[in-house]
Each structure stands twice: as C-alpha cells, then as structure tokens.
C-alpha cells in the first residue's frame, strides 16, 4: 500500500483530515525505504511524524466529533488511546536503541491498524461538518 492506494473510496471529503490519512499511506513507503536502507536514523522521520503529527491528528477528529454528535465518540477516543500508546512504545524503543527489525515491525503494525481505521472507523465520520 502506498499513497496511490489511497483513493476516493477513503476520502471523508474534509481537506484536513484526508490528508493527514493519505500521509498514513505515505508511511508506508518511507518505511520500505527505511529499511532497504538500514540505517536507524532512516526511522527518525517516521517516529517524529507519528509522535506529532498522529497525535493532533486525532485530536482534531474528536473535536469534530464532539463538534458534530458523533454517536461513536468514546469507542474512537479508546482507538485513539491504544494507537496513542504504541506510538509512545515505538518512540521508546528507538530511544532505547531496540534493534531496528523491531522498530519496522512496530511501525508497520501500527500503519496497517491506522489504514484499517482509517478505512472502517474514518469513514463514518463522512459527510461531517469541519
């Protein structure tokens, strides 16, 4: 999966937060490339996008939620928190020099849960007033 997959089918029709979903599908390829390269500061960039950008990312959502009356509010919110938290786990494995195959395997699980979300989750937020 990369950005081209990600197509109108996925799209929420709220500038702001579609691209910050096709950003996620971005992810993907800088990780292929992060890990051709092997190199640990390839992953930087990748840790520091998910740590901030994910972050106000999905603050913004719940805001728009909250703003909308959005019947699924709080099981989004719990979403939000367990990627929140593998975020935080990721972050700490790169500061604690973790060997980088597990830095991948980290990043990658957590980018197809985002996808997922993105795709099953997201999209009932749809048609919402930014």
Do not use: W
């Not at 520091?48 to 699924?72: Q, V």
């Amino acid at each position: 999966m990369n950005a081209k997959l990600y197509n109108v089918k996925d799209k929420l029709n709220i500038q702001t937060l579609d691209n910050h979903h096709r950003d996620v599908f971005t992810m993907i390829h800088l990780l292929d490339t992060a890990i051709q390269k092997n190199s640990r500061e390839a992953f930087l960039p990748i840790i520091e996008f998910l740590s901030h950008h994910c972050i106000e990312h999905f603050m913004e959502e719940e805001t728009l939620m909250k703003n909308n009356k959005f019947d699924h509010l709080k099981e989004h919110q719990m979403e939000h928190k367990k990627f929140t938290h593998k975020i935080k786990q990721i972050t700490k494995m790169y500061n604690e020099n973790i060997h980088t195959t597990h830095i991948a395997y980290g990043i990658r699980q957590l980018i197809d849960a985002l996808i997922i979300h993105i795709q099953t989750v997201d999209i009932k937020m749809k048609g919402m007033t930014p």
